[in-house]
């Protein structure tokens, strides 16, 4: 038997599973990697490269070198997908596979209210990362000679899309003193989000790096949720991180839609409003519209946005027994992280395996999600949950900062995208 898996996108999910599929599968499977885009991109690093704590260049790399060398990789875009058929339709033809594996992750959602708006950085985009990183050189170098900055200071990178505009990479800077500290407001979305921490994370290092370099701010982040980052099995993170806010002087605005932005004032839904210099949202995402229009694969959940719909332990598609799916552009009950794509990845190659070989299921996913909630430069809260509650003590430490800057990235590109998939 020389069965064709075929796996859509190759993020962290997709390459996790590829290169674990083709090690359990050995000559019985040829696998096929499919992606718009060979770049691989570490997507911690989107809200680090800013405050100078990793550069988003190091982490941005051609993904072809990161599966195992049996593994094809086929560089086109997914218009569609039809599991009755067992057929994948691309931009360059129709591709038909044996089992298919689906990881295409999240979706920006292109319309915004700040499109265009000057000092808006989307940084969930790697142009608005970028930009907000050039911003900060600039606000940073003119405090520290006292002059006055012009707009001489070019954006490192071409900027695109999403209100990243070269606006704000020429937007004079706003002023910053102790009488008039430079305000800056990160929201997030009323819609789900890959990493839920990212935005106290942002905000949290914002401060952090603006007080480091002796720039005046007062930081605020606002969103749809009651709490900084969730209730339930995040509770215990939630209390210890609503104190770091509260010792830090970061102000947290509860159940604040964004409905407008325009003249550096975020106006919520409810008509609130929130001034700012700098402004970092968070874009709204969703499943993937090929996913959602143009197959049969989604679902709706309890708010009628739909997703791939999987069986939550063993990552099988609910309806389609040869359809399976991990990563972002899933229902499963987790927060849409790659330390939950890692340990998808390792349970649906296993069962794919053994519907592969007709061995029965040994291995399940359990929930686990993990979330380093960094404080401080030096400091973070090892968040991490599965289906049963939290499994990580809520303490800022050392260690977990150590761990997300240091270990972390290089378990990623060399251990877990290469399909070892065990460990923290
Ligand atoms: C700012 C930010 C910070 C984060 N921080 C953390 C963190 O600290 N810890 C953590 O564990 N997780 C973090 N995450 C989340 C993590 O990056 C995602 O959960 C993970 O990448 C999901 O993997 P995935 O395979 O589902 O999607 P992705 O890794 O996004 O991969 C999807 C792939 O599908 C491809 N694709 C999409 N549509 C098509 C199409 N139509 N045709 C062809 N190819 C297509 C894309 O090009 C992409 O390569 C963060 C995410 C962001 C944005």
Sequence with gaps: MSERIVVLGSGAGGTMAANRLDRELGGLGE???VD??????????????PFDHL???DHVR???EYLRADVQFCEATVTGIDPNERQVTLDAGKLSYDRLVVSLGHELVGEVPWRGEPHVYPFYRPEGARELATTLDRLVARHGDGEADAVSTPARDPIATDGAGTASANAPLPAADPADPLRVVVTEPETPMSCGGAPAKAALLAEDYLADHGVPCEVTLAGPDAH???TGKKAKYDERLTTVFDERGVEHVPEFTVADVADGTVTGTDGRTLPYDLYLPVSPQRCPRVLTDASPLTAPDEASREYVAVDEATMRHREFDRVYALGDCTDA????TAAAARKQAAALADNLTADATGRAYEATYDGFAACPLLTEKGKAILAAYDYDGATLPAVESRLGWIADLEAIPRLYWQVWLRGYLLGV
């Design 31 to 33: 696998v096929v990697v």
């Design 55 to 57: 550069s988003l260049d």
């Design 333 to 336: 009950p987790t927060s849409r």
């Design 62 to 64: 051609d993904g072809r």
């Design 36 to 49: 718009r885009d060979p770049t691989h991109r570490y997507q911690p690093a989107y809200y680090l490269h």
């Design 228 to 230: 900084v980052f969730g």
